[in-house]
């Protein structure tokens, strides 16, 4: 049913205690990934503690109408919300850490944003679960004790996946096990008291629900978040490094979309479709990014078309994070999403419009039009820069006449030092962004050549006004979309948890003139069909639309037609007991319970996640069988370059080479 298990003998790529783990799971891993982790969770504990304080103040102020006791409320709850609010500004603290994210190697990349995965609490399925299948199925739930911790330690496992595909085969695993689960075990029509909390990645809010779509849900968006990381710890600076980091952010944002449209009733703010929407666009934005990097690791060419496809990609990165910008500072998201996200999403929008207005400069001002060029394609290339063309000239005119090329470019360069101005003040407003320092490098980089290039140009006798350089039409030759994961495959509906079943009944089956008395239908299990009501099986019991699940001692729940009637071809005459079941009507079954979620106030989220579970649960393993859950479940198991991005090792505005790195283990790969 799961993942293979590795014994500590085993060879790994990472530190392994003593016991077992998992495949895409390693608990132990000291990295600063784990640590952040660690810390997330022990503030959340932190968070629900103040929550319950919180609700349980504001309770005795309802409640009591003695002054001094309502003041010495009031005060306490004043000192509970302060403790609230340094807890999130905490967590958000923990969301701006991007850097232990990054991979070790890059060091002239501006750092991207990961997602944190969601924290949550254990979950005991055994009880529950086996009471389900006595009840449901009538059979004995202890057999299945094996399957039952398998998915257990899987669901465990899950909390702490490594940051490579194992990790996210580990989560894509459960997520497949979660649907047949919810298929034979969760009734639409009655909770079987398992609950779910899962913590809120950006306040740190608990939600708690037996509804297994919350399970669901929280699992894809720990998918994506580790898609994220994925993304954010590939080497940037190769092409390899590259591709693998605009794969992993597209499918992020393709699990956020799965999510987004499959769950459309979470209670979790993180999860909420304008959150999702954001983080997308976030997402998106960054593949876009990498997409761009990818265009200019082998270099730029000092050309004039080069140039102005340089400057048009930029400006679609900058349009990009403008959009993710946008939808960041609008109500609510703003309230929750951190300060850090908000000034880089503005950053990266300043930097790479200013880069967009520097390389239009230097198309401009560096290459003068010659009899042996091409007029037409160079009109035409200008033309598409500009949504409307700079004072109503015409694209000729301007390549033809060199000192209005030099005044068009300089009003460019104004924009590209302004643009970078403003990024290093944004960056300066923010202290999360403050610790960057390879950030600041980049932009006081790009602000520095702007400036060069700019005073190479000017003139102490040039009295010119100088002119607004419009805004540059943004275009790509390869646009970031979303890689939707395939849909994933549907269980079985015959044995659910949305039927109702007899206990199983034995009846002795003779033949009578070499006919049982009735046919098979269906696939798996087979069905009793066209009975005849005066042969032996008949009068035993047996009933039209009956399904096999035994023949003597062989257990055919899952064997089709051709299988059963092999089973029973060689049937004499004492006969072969065979067991069957019956639908029941499921009409007259109580309906559920509200389940209850947190709804944005403490003393609407249930106490059941409010209890302390601490106590460590160790499973053991012993030889595997074939797994009741795994039911319906198939066997599976460089061009010549004169102009680059501005980098923290800044050398001049032209021939960066492009450092390269050996692929060696690093241990962050782990969680």
């Known amino acids: 049913m799961t993942d293979t298990l590795i014994p500590n003998g085993c060879k790994t790529n990472g530190p392994v205690e003593s016991g077992y783990f998992k495949k895409g799971c390693n608990p132990f891993a000291q990295t600063g990934r784990s640590k952040l982790q660690n810390k997330r969770a022990l503030l959340n504990q932190k968070i629900i503690k103040q929550m319950r304080m919180r609700a349980g103040a504001e309770n005795l102020l309802k409640a009591t109408s003695n002054n001094k006791v309502r003041e010495q409320v009031v005060l306490e709850l004043s000192y509970v919300n302060s403790d609230l609010q340094l807890l999130m500004e905490e967590l958000e603290g923990l969301n701006s850490s991007v850097e232990v994210y990054q991979d070790v190697q890059e060091t002239s990349s501006i750092p991207l944003i990961p997602l944190g995965l969601k924290e949550t609490k254990d979950v005991d399925f055994s009880v529950a679960l086996k009471d389900f299948i006595l009840e449901h199925y009538s059979e004995d739930g202890s057999n299945f004790q094996d399957e039952i911790d398998d998915l257990m330690d899987l669901r465990q496992a899950c909390r702490t996946p490594s940051r490579n595909p194992s990790g996210i085969d580990l989560l894509a695993n459960y997520f497949s096990q979660l649907g047949f689960l919810e298929t034979r075990f969760f009734s639409p029509t009655r909770q079987i008291g398992i609950f779910f909390t899962w913590y809120d990645s950006f306040t740190g809010v608990p939600v708690c629900q037996q509804n297994i779509s919350l399970e669901k849900a929280s699992i894809l968006f720990n998918m994506a978040a580790l898609y994220s990381q994925i993304g954010t710890r590939a080497n940037r600076q190769t092409q390899a490094g590259l591709e693998d980091a605009i794969t992993a952010f597209q499918k992020s944002a393709g699990v956020l979309h799965y999510l987004k449209e499959t769950f459309t009733h979470t209670p979790s703010y993180d999860m909420s479709p304008a959150m999702l929407s954001m983080l997308i666009r976030l997402m998106l934005a960054q593949a876009q990014e990498c997409l761009f990097e990818q265009i200019t690791l082998p270099g730029i060419r000092n050309e004039f078309f080069s140039l102005l496809r340089i400057a048009q990609e930029a400006a679609k990165v900058g349009e990009t994070y403008s959009e993710v910008h946008q939808s960041m500072i609008q109500t609510p998201i703003k309230n929750n999403v951190p300060f850090f996200w908000t000034t880089m999403s503005e950053l990266k929008t300043n930097h790479y419009n200013s880069l967009a207005h520097y390389f239009v400069s230097t198309a401009l001002l560096d290459h003068q039009l010659t009899p042996s060029d091409d007029e037409d394609k160079q009109e035409k290339a200008l033309s598409q820069v500009y949504d409307a063309m700079p004072e109503g000239r015409s694209p000729l005119d301007i390549l033809k006449d060199k000192a209005e090329r030099r005044r068009i470019g300089k009003a460019h360069l104004q924009r590209s030092i302004m643009g970078h101005e403003e990024a290093i003040r944004t960056h300066s407003r923010c202290r999360h962004l403050q610790k960057l ?153 109580p309906m559920p319970t509200k389940s209850a979620t947190y709804g944005g106030l403490p003393k609407t989220y249930s106490m059941i996640c409010l209890a302390h579970d601490e106590d460590d649960k160790k499973s053991h393993k012993v030889a595997k069988k074939p797994s009741f859950l795994s039911w319906g479940l198939k066997n599976k198991q460089k061009s010549g370059s004169t102009l680059s991005l501005p980098s923290a090792d800044y050398n001049g505005p032209w021939n960066r080479p492009c450092p390269t790195y050996r692929n060696s283990y690093n241990e962050s790969a782990l969680y």
């Open 437 to 589: 320092d390879i950030l600041s490098d980049i932009l006081q980089a790009g602000l520095k050549r702007s400036i060069t290039k700019f005073e190479q140009n000017d003139k102490e006798d040039e009295f010119t006004d100088y002119m607004l350089a419009p805004d540059i039409l943004s275009k790509t030759e390869k646009k970031a979309e979303m890689e939707i994961p395939a849909a994933t495959k549907g269980p079985l509906s015959v044995f659910s948890a949305k039927q109702r079943w007899s206990a199983p009944r034995t009846i002795r089956l003779r033949l009578q003139d070499r006919d049982l008395g009735f046919t098979l239908k269906g696939d798996a299990p087979v069905q009793i069909q066209s009975l005849d009501p005066l042969c032996p099986a008949a009068a035993k019991g047996l009933k039209e639309g009956d399904y096999l699940v035994a023949v003597g001692d062989t257990e055919c729940k899952w064997l089709g037609v051709s299988d059963v009637m092999k089973l029973l071809k060689d049937v004499d005459e004492e006969g072969v007991d065979i067991r069957v079941v019956s639908m029941l009507d499921s009409s007259s079954q």
